[in-house]
């Protein structure tokens, strides 16, 4: 299989979606992806034991795509070999009568990970300028000053969530937090398919639902507003990947190995050694519980 190479996937100039691919053309069968993924999972669940213990560093994952492109499954395959203490999977939702009393990122603050442990947000904060873009209205229920009705919210709202959002991964970067933000690019064809899927196969019938339709005939003013979101947003310390995701079983592999590439980078993350006087005291610690 072609070795996966994070920076061909990550945002660095300004992009435009349309012109990215949603597959990547490549010899392998599912079986092989599979084998690979279960490599870079298990490597990454080892790592994170020994990040766990360094406790200097957090993980953060952003996960964002339109519905059905695969977020939850990944979740569960590139991580399933993870200690269930190491990692946290938040799926954030419409924000309730005691989140809208705070600003917006505030319930984000408190889902970030604690230090050696890796958290996933299944969306992100991110949603504040996506699907609140696309259905202005729900700016409203935040109750912000000056604005009183939609038409208050200019494109410079906007501007200012974006330097939001930067400042808000800087400082967590700068206090040990690692950021990767994902965007699982599938097509609108590969979504219909998986939509009739959902539909013909009771197992998943539960999954469909009404609003999946309806925010699918607003496709092209998502795609817009993740366009301008991401060359926004995608900065050094918080980088943004667009991974081709109409074929699940590769993006998830494409997931977990720029996430193991990138945290090899982190050369400084060791187990720490044994205090002196233990080093010393090994054999006679060792006599004490022989002896019981």
């Given at each position: 299989?072609?070795?996966?190479?994070?920076?061909d996937f990550?945002?660095?100039?300004?992009?435009?979606?349309?012109?990215?691919p949603?597959?990547?053309?490549?010899?392998a069968?599912?079986?092989?992806?599979?084998?690979k993924?279960?490599?870079?999972?298990?490597?990454?669940?080892?790592?994170?034991?020994v990040m766990?213990?360094h406790?200097?560093?957090?993980?953060l994952?952003c996960?964002?795509?339109?519905?059905?492109?695969g977020?939850d499954?990944?979740?569960?395959?590139?991580?399933k070999?993870?200690n269930a203490r190491?990692v946290?999977v938040h799926?954030?939702?419409t924000p309730?009568s005691?989140e809208?009393e705070h600003d917006?990122?505030w319930r984000h603050?408190?889902?970030?990970?604690?230090?050696?442990?890796f958290?996933?947000?299944?969306r992100?904060?991110?949603?504040n300028v996506?699907?609140?873009?696309v259905?202005?209205?729900?700016?409203?229920?935040?109750n912000l000053?000056?604005?009183?009705?939609?038409?208050?919210i200019?494109?410079?709202?906007?501007?200012?969530?974006f330097e939001?959002i930067n400042?808000?991964?800087?400082?967590i970067v700068q206090n040990?937090t690692?950021?990767m933000?994902?965007?699982?690019?599938?097509?609108?064809?590969e979504?219909?398919?998986?939509?009739l899927?959902?539909?013909?196969n009771?197992v998943?019938?539960?999954?469909?639902?009404?609003g999946?339709?309806k925010e699918?005939?607003?496709?092209?003013?998502?795609?817009?507003?993740?366009?301008?979101?991401?060359?926004n947003?995608?900065t050094n310390h918080?980088?943004w990947?667009i991974?081709?995701?109409d074929d699940?079983e590769?993006?998830?592999?494409i997931?977990?190995?720029?996430i193991?590439?990138e945290?090899?980078k982190?050369t400084?993350?060791?187990?720490?050694?044994l205090?002196?006087k233990v080093?010393e005291?090994?054999?006679?610690?060792?006599?004490?519980?022989?002896k019981e």
């Open positions: 299989m072609k070795s996966i190479n994070p920076d990550k945002v660095t100039d300004k992009i435009a979606l349309s012109k990215i949603t597959e990547l053309k490549i010899d069968d599912d079986d092989e992806k599979e084998e993924l279960d490599k870079v999972s298990s490597k990454l669940s080892s790592f994170q034991d766990y213990a406790n200097r560093y957090s993980v994952i996960l964002q795509g339109m519905d059905t492109s977020k499954s990944l979740i569960r395959e590139v991580f070999e993870f190491g946290v799926s954030f939702k309730n005691t809208l917006y990122l603050y408190l889902a970030l990970p604690e230090k050696g442990k958290a996933v947000f299944n992100t904060h991110y949603e996506l699907v609140t873009r259905h202005p209205e729900y700016i409203m229920y935040e000053p000056g604005i009183d009705n939609v038409s208050n200019t494109p410079e709202f906007w501007k200012n969530r939001q400042n808000f991964e800087k400082h040990g690692i950021v933000k994902f965007f699982l690019n599938m097509s609108k064809e979504q219909r398919k998986r939509l899927h959902r539909l013909d009771h998943d019938n539960w999954k469909f639902s009404i999946d339709l699918r005939e607003l496709w092209d003013n998502y795609m817009s507003c993740y366009e301008d979101a991401i060359n947003t995608s918080a980088p990947y991974i081709p995701a699940k590769m993006a998830r592999y997931v977990a190995k720029i193991w590439e945290m090899q982190l400084d993350i060791k187990e720490p050694e205090d002196d080093k005291n090994m054999k006679l610690y060792r006599e004490q519980l022989e």
